[in-house]
């Protein structure tokens, strides 16, 4: 079917192509009468704006490139539908990218993205290293960073209070009375491995637990890496009679090594995750976790950007959300 142009919809509505694009894109103005009559033309002739023309007119690209560490994760899932939700409110479309905990496919994306004028990138970094952003500066693309972000940067930041979710975290294993915590933590180079650690070791030495080097075991928030490091922690001479995970993959992963080895949860050892996924209260025995609010993440993060496009050169935004514990069986709770 042949595709009506803006010249058709002026000729059904008896005004001209000027009068028909003034109307569509507010530049003049244009009476109550006439829009509907051309708002009539449009509907009779099915007709549908030429997107890309428009954007080069307005010199914005109705895009927001989003830059995703795993979509396989459940939290990232959630995060996702919660900013593609808030940015379409605004008519905002997002050219999502999966950069698998890569610094070099994220830079490889950003490229892309920048070639293909995007109005403004949302990142859950890859790496603590803020170079790379820094140099995307001169290019006036404004930058969110979501969950992770790069040491030193000047941009807008919507996360959860890390810290504070990992000390309640293990206060709570604490307060159980287990003495040989371990942690299995995400890679030290991104900034939720490396708070995550920060918020269990306050606790243990506000509490006056003795923090031990063979019960802290640095994973790479992967399931298999989370399998590997509880392995490690079982086979090993000390071993741990509570243990936080901080994400949800490895929980999976550790939970999986578990379940394998027939050791009992929570009487060999008791279990306690980061990110609530629906399957944490279907396992046997349902984990106690560290809830985010990733949904809500996602909102945030959709509504800083748009902010952000409005007024460029507003004072950056730090945002902090708080996280929730979800208490269940694995940690010993009835």
């Excluded at 023309?53 to 010199?59: F, I, T, V």
């Excluded at 993959?249 to 996924?277: C, F, H, N, R, W």
Aim: proline fraction near 3%; aromatic fraction near 6%.
């Amino acid at each position: 079917m042949k595709r009506a142009n803006i010249k058709e919809v002026a000729n059904l509505a008896g005004v001209s192509s000027a009068t028909v694009s003034n109307a569509l894109n507010g530049t003049k103005f244009v009476s109550d009468e006439i829009k509907a009559k051309i708002d009539t033309a449009i509907q009779e002739l099915n007709y549908q704006p030429n997107i890309v023309a428009k954007s080069l007119r307005m010199q914005e690209s109705k895009i927001i490139g989003v830059l995703i560490s795993d979509v396989a994760n459940p939290f990232f899932s959630a995060v996702v539908r919660g900013l593609e939700e808030e940015l379409a409110k605004s008519n905002y479309n997002i050219l999502l990218c999966n950069t698998n905990s890569s610094i070099e496919k994220e830079r490889n994306y950003l490229d892309v993205l920048i070639g293909k004028r995007v109005d403004g990138l949302i990142v859950s970094s890859a790496g603590n290293s803020g170079d790379y952003f820094r140099s995307l500066d001169k290019t006036g693309v404004p930058i969110v960073f979501l969950n992770r972000c790069p040491e030193f940067m000047n941009s807008d930041v919507i996360m959860t209070h890390n810290i504070r979710g990992a000390y309640s975290a293990t206060e709570h294993l604490i307060k159980h009375g287990y003495e040989k915590i371990a942690i299995i933590t995400g890679p030290s180079s991104i900034s939720t491995g490396k708070d995550r650690l920060i918020g269990y070791m306050r606790a243990l030495e506000d509490y006056d637990v003795i923090g031990r080097e063979e019960l802290v075991k640095e994973g790479a928030f992967t399931k298999e890496s989370g399998y590997e490091k509880m392995k490690e922690l079982i086979e090993q001479e000390i071993k741990p009679d509570a243990v936080f995970i901080s994400n949800n993959s490895m929980t999976l992963g550790a939970y999986k090594y578990l379940k394998e080895a027939e050791i009992d949860i929570p009487g060999q050892i008791a279990v306690l995750g980061y990110d609530d996924p629906d399957w944490a209260e279907i396992v046997d025995p349902p984990i106690t976790t560290i809830r985010q609010p990733a949904y809500q993440l996602g909102v945030n993060a959709g509504s800083l950007m748009l902010a952000r496009i409005k007024e460029k050169d507003v004072k950056r935004e730090i945002m902090y959300m708080d996280t929730e514990l979800i208490i269940r069986r694995s940690c010993g709770c009835e």
